[in-house]
């Protein structure tokens, strides 16, 4: 049952308006579970408009800043809308260039030194920006677009891109130019990661037929050599302060040679989704079938801090769902595709 509370319920009032290029206010109704919906206003706002949400309806893709705590939500056919204020108000942000939905957990692919961002959009224009959303660059359409992609984010100037699809058998590409223009790289391939342009790692395989391990390039993608039988369950790696991380069923997995070993790193833990780092590479957030998980002490012990919000259930591994945490807030958010954005504040 929802509950609502009196300060919810004037805020909502007070915000009752909605209009592109202006903030605003989600009704705060709050779930037994902790977890409040901070879309409602905004999908309400749209329909009033007699705007229409694309396929499959309210959100689907949510992302966060960590160096700002600004958060990033997609409304399908309806563009990126940014809150600076931890999902009070939403403006959207992303001038036209963003459409369709996220598909995967992967498909908002955040720097996380912050301000740039790239968005891998199914059904919809893909974009990405440098400047925490003030300006965009949009990528060349590649037919439904996108699962997910990984950037090469180590470069002051981006380029390298390792874009993935299983629209097509799960096909990859790669793109020296930040999207405007692709390279076919074969298939299949369900998951991967960019150290640069020549270094890639993977998971072949489709969905339901996995190879067993961790496969490394160092031509671009032309060839592959297995490099290590752990299993990824994350669609991307994550690189911070120069090392690799990939979430998986064992736990967190983690590579200081550009993918050429791996090992799990601290205790074990279930996550597909993440990792999402604090205020150092020691402080870290994952999320698996139950919940969220953080450690302090880089992976040598883990607590459960937040529940799955309503009605959220993990069928894929690192698919259909997207969660972010803001570590300056401590606030979690969730965006399961066809379903209200969430977010949950310990």
Not at 130 to 144: A, E, H, P, Y
Not at 186 to 210: M, Q, S
Not at 254 to 282: H, I, L, M, N, Y
Not at 301 to 306: E, K, L, Q, S
């Amino acid at each position: 049952m929802k509950r609502v509370s009196c300060l919810a319920f004037g805020l909502a009032i007070l915000f009752a308006g909605v209009c592109y290029g202006q903030p605003v206010a989600p009704a705060a109704a709050a779930n037994e579970g902790g977890w409040v919906d901070i879309s409602e206003k905004v999908l309400k706002g749209l329909e009033q408009e007699g705007k229409k949400i694309g396929y499959p309806g309210k959100t689907a893709g949510i992302a966060v800043d960590r160096t700002t705590g600004d958060v990033f939500m997609v409304v399908p056919d309806q563009g990126l809308w940014k809150s600076s204020d931890r999902g009070a108000t939403f403006a959207r942000v992303d001038g036209g260039k963003i459409g369709g939905r996220c598909e995967t957990a992967f498909a908002l692919n955040f720097d996380p030194n912050g301000k740039r961002l790239a968005c891998f959009m199914l059904d919809g224009p893909s974009a990405y920006t440098l400047d925490g959303g003030k300006t965009w660059q949009g990528m060349k359409q590649m037919g439904r677009g996108w699962d997910s992609g990984c950037v090469d984010w180590s470069a002051a100037e981006p380029k390298h891109i390792f874009g993935l699809r299983h629209e097509w058998g799960y096909e990859v590409y790669t793109s020296d130019d930040m999207g405007k223009d692709w390279t076919s790289k074969g298939k299949p391939i369900v998951a991967g990661g960019i150290f640069d342009a020549k270094t890639l790692v993977a998971v072949r395989g489709p969905e339901n037929k996995k190879e067993k391990g961790i496969f490394r390039s160092t031509d671009g993608g032309n060839t592959w050599e297995k490099v290590s039988d752990l299993q990824p369950g994350g669609r991307d790696i994550r690189i911070f302060k120069g090392v690799a991380y990939w979430a998986g069923a064992e736990g967190l997995l983690v590579s200081r040679d550009k993918g050429k070993t791996w090992a799990v790193q601290g205790s074990p833990v279930e996550c597909s989704f993440g990792p999402f780092f604090g205020k150092d590479e020691k402080h870290i957030v994952v999320m698996g079938k139950k919940g969220f998980y953080e450690t302090k002490d880089g992976g040598q012990t883990w607590h459960h801090v937040a529940p799955l919000p309503p009605d959220m259930q993990v069928h894929m591994p690192g698919w259909f769902v997207n969660v972010a945490w803001d570590p300056l807030g401590d606030v979690f958010y969730a965006s399961n595709m066809g379903k209200p954005a969430y977010k949950y504040q310990r």
